[in-house]
Nanobody
């Protein structure tokens, strides 16, 4: 599976961005998907995750109410809508996948084994 992210960029605080992750090589219909970010000098963290059928989602506390994860099986894609961006959201955002058909998406980074190359999101104050 190859995952390719797009949609990152340089924005001002309060702006919005929509990240996209398109998969090739295999359908993602039986995979949990996650958006994981890493800021300079900080550990990676799962920002949002969605289970295989899109029924359940997870958000880290700092983005609840601002970010929305979604997926489109027909397009083999997953998205992250980011609103009211803050400077502390600055990071490289990667999408990741793991094969699973459980009720809840995994929120353990080590369980994701397909990764994209990442896209930079920079939010200026």
């Amino acid at each position: 599976v190859q995952l390719v992210e797009s949609g990152g960029g340089l924005v001002q605080a309060g702006d919005s961005l929509r990240l996209s992750c398109v998969a090739s090589g295999r359908t993602l219909s039986s995979y949990d998907m996650a958006w994981i970010r890493q800021a300079p000098g900080k550990e990676r963290e799962i920002v949002a995750a969605i289970n295989w059928n899109g029924a359940k989602t997870y958000y880290t506390d700092s983005v609840k109410g601002r970010f929305t994860i979604s997926r489109d099986h027909a397009k083999n894609s997953v998205y992250l809508e980011m609103n009211s961006l803050k400077p502390e959201d600055t990071a490289v955002y990667s999408c990741a996948a793991r094969g699973a058909t459980s009720a809840q998406p995994s929120i353990t980074i080590s369980e994701y084994y397909y990764w994209g190359q990442g896209t930079q999101v920079t939010v200026s104050s």
